[in-house]
């Protein structure tokens, strides 16, 4: 083809690419249009799809994926070892930038980059990378209270106050746990999807002085005051009371301390700030968003008294905007020394006694109520078994380092937790600001049920005969829950299926004694009655198939005895005796 030839049909061969590439992109528009309000089709993270999900749909369905790819590993420290979850440890995705990314797919550049990019997701999918999010502030005191479960952590210096007292205690050149260097490990294991047991990192502190214990005491007084961010989102923070102390009183009293001591005592001053928390909530919580109710008047006293101590612990509890509660980490350490006693819980196998039972109906209560404020669920796990005071599937378990619940105030405003257990009822009310109006309806539903196994051990302590039932098993259920937000004019807002659950059949366990005794018969007797009073009437014996043995005049010799029959001499039978019956 000649060069001029080529030039006049140039322009027709650029008209038709145009046109092709605008029809694609008219195609593109067209399909954008129709999932203007949810991702792409063939958008997927950890190969779960989200596409057709809203960001908020899909921000759930992230969460999830974390909790389930997520395993267990142990930390072993000293002669010690506890198990850990990375969600317990303050790990997570980052969902709401995931989500974020997901949804701008198809959706950013101009309509021949969102052209192709369709037409590649459609054809090969897109999988959403991973972004994480981790609080070593939060894992450092996870892992500071797991520790104290075993043996006391050690640390440069440990402050204790009481009242204007407070008692330092200076650890010298002891080998004391690497936080910095676990989190780092732990980070890349969670990154990774690669767990592995762990032995705790250990360094070396140099001697303490007085600006050390200067640094550990003194604390600036904060002022609690409110804010909003550039989206509008209201946060408050609380306000902090100071602590001031003397370095020369300090450095006395490290120069005073006896050669074999390790702690001083030294005054201390608390500052109270000028603004408070409680003068800044004042125009906040007026609305409740979110409630529940449960019972536990039947209780033991031991399991009544925890979980009031645990709704008391979470009372009053501030989220401000994005801020996340974890149960663990507010409640706290379940033992004695916190004030937990100890009550029945469900393990694996059934019932156990263990401090701190009876708290998780305080998790699972606070968990219905963040539902019904539709408030962001980060972590959740079901019981093993169902619980009387929850319905399937609104439960919420807790076990502290290793299973925690947590959940995010997605809201524009601060809410307040308010929880209280008096005569067997707790409630548990989440405040805040209604400014939507919005109503939350929760329905659940039983997929699947599982029948109860019997079994049977035999106890040699028991009486004979004895049928003891130790446990009396329980059926296990498949459960699942849709909740579904309505605006003020009573339309759907959005509904969001609720994480099925699973329960396992408990089984019944029955304990048996010894085989009774057989009982002797009773024989039977025959009465007649007769005038002047009462004469038992003489029973017949039966007739027997032998024939008595005949009486000789002499014995020669003593006849063969038949076999059977007994070899004492033969006489004349006695006569029957009458049987008087029993009264």
Request: one cysteine or more; hydrophobic letters at 35%; proline letters at 6%.
């Amino acid at each position: 083809m000649g060069k001029s030839k080529f030039k006049k049909i140039l322009p027709y061969l650029i008209g038709v690419v145009v046109a092709a590439v605008l029809v694609g992109g008219g195609y593109a528009y067209a399909a954008m249009a129709v999932n203007k309000e949810g991702i792409f089709p063939g958008v997927t993270f950890e190969g779960k799809e989200l596409g057709g999900k809203t960001a908020e749909e899909a921000e759930n369905v992230i969460n999830e994926a974390f909790i389930e790819e997520n395993d267990t590993f142990k930390i072993k420290y000293l002669e010690n070892e506890f198990e850990v979850a990375p969600g317990g440890l303050g790990f997570s995705y980052d969902s709401e930038k995931i989500a974020e990314t997901a949804y701008n797919e198809c959706r950013k550049g101009n309509v021949f980059k969102r052209f192709f990019e369709m037409v590649k997701i459609q054809k090969f999918g897109k999988e959403i990378d991973p972004v994480y999010l981790d609080d070593k502030e939060y894992f450092d005191e996870a892992i500071e209270m797991l520790i104290s479960e075993f043996t006391e952590a050690a640390k440069p210096v440990s402050v204790q106050i009481e009242g204007n007292v407070a008692t330092v205690t200076l650890n010298r050149n002891e080998k004391l746990p690497d936080y910095d260097k676990l989190f780092k490990t732990v980070k890349g294991m969670v990154e990774s999807k690669m767990f592995e047991n762990l032995e705790m990192p250990l360094t070396e502190h140099s001697e303490v002085n007085e600006n050390l214990v200067y640094l550990a005491i003194y604390k600036e007084p904060k002022d609690a005051y409110s804010k909003k961010d550039e989206d509008g989102r209201v946060s408050i923070v609380a306000h902090e009371n100071g602590i001031q102390v003397s370095k020369d009183a300090i450095k006395m009293a490290i120069a005073n301390m006896k050669p074999n001591e390790n702690f001083f005592k030294v005054e201390i001053a608390e500052v109270e700030p000028k603004v408070k928390t409680e003068d800044v909530e004042k125009g906040f919580f007026n609305d409740v968003l979110g409630t529940s109710v449960s019972h536990y008047a039947s209780s033991t006293a031991s399991r009544a008294h925890n979980v009031a101590l645990a709704a008391k612990k979470i009372n009053g509890v501030i989220l401000n905007c994005g801020d996340e509660f974890s149960y663990n980490k507010t409640v706290g350490s379940r033992t004695t020394a916190a004030g937990f006693k100890t009550a029945t819980i469900f393990t694996n196998g059934g019932i156990s006694e263990e401090v701190g039972g009876g708290i998780c109906q305080v998790s699972s209560t606070l968990y219905a109520a963040a539902l019904y404020a539709d408030l962001q669920i980060v972590e959740r796990k079901n019981h093993t078994f169902t619980v009387a005071y929850s319905k399937p599937g609104l439960d919420a378990t807790v076990y502290y380092g290793s299973i925690d619940f947590r959940f995010k105030n997605n809201t524009n405003n601060p809410i307040k937790i308010q929880a209280e257990g008096v005569n067997g009822v707790l409630t548990v009310n989440i405040l805040g600001t209604n400014d939507k109006k919005h109503t939350v309806e929760i329905t659940t539903s039983i997929i699947e049920s599982y029948g109860i196994n019997e079994v049977v051990r035999y106890n040699e302590n028991l009486a004979p005969g004895t049928v003891k039932v130790v446990q009396s098993g329980q059926t296990g259920y498949k459960a699942t829950g849709v909740k579904t937000v309505k605006d003020a004019k009573g339309n759907v807002v959005k509904t969001e299926k609720l994480p099925t659950s699973v329960y396992s059949s408990m089984n019944k366990i029955v304990e048996k004694g010894p085989e009774a005794a057989p009982v002797p018969e009773i024989p039977e007797v025959y009465t007649n009655p007769n005038v002047g009073g009462y004469v038992p009437e003489v029973q017949t014996p039966p007739q027997s198939s032998f024939q008595p043995i005949p009486q000789q005049p002499a014995a020669p010799a003593p006849e063969t005895i038949p076999q059977g029959f007994p070899t004492s001499p033969v006489t004349e039978p006695a006569p029957v005796q009458p049987v008087i019956p029993a009264q």
